[in-house]
Nanobody, 130 residues
């Protein structure tokens, strides 16, 4: 069973930056798109950003546009999330997700409360202090 492993979370002051990474635990891993979701304390999981390996298209939630940038290496199925100008409201556990068939747009539109996505990471905590 392939697992997704996130890294890069931590504590940062408001206005600071962090870079999250996500990589699979196995090399043989056929994926069409990957994405980041987050869940703040007491809140539901929400979409953050997604990327398609087929055409490199990307989607970002309105709440992070202009501050966060998703990127990746399709050959390695490795994905990154560059987070700048962090705000206390960005505090959450950030989850990596990947799907064999869904497009990046489909990840953007999916209800994050469902388990329709093929693979999920265990999450990495990002804490932004004011």
């Amino acid at each position: 069973q392939v697992q997704l492993v996130e890294s890069g979370g931590g504590l940062v002051q408001a206005g600071g930056s962090l870079r999250l990474s996500c990589a699979p635990s196995a090399d043989s891993f056929s994926i069409n798109s990957m994405g980041w979701f987050r869940q703040a304390p007491g809140a539901e999981r929400e979409f953050v950003a997604s990327i398609s390996w087929r055409d490199d298209s990307t989607y970002h939630a309105d709440s992070v546009k202009g501050r966060f940038t998703i990127s990746g290496d399709s050959a390695k199925n490795t994905m990154y999330l560059e987070m700048n100008s962090l705000k206390p409201e960005d505090t959450a556990v950030y989850y990596c997700a990947a799907d064999r068939l869904m497009t990046a747009q489909a990840l953007y539109n999916i209800d994050p409360r469902t388990s329709a996505v093929d693979y999920w990471g265990k999450g990495t905590l990002v804490t932004v202090s004011s």
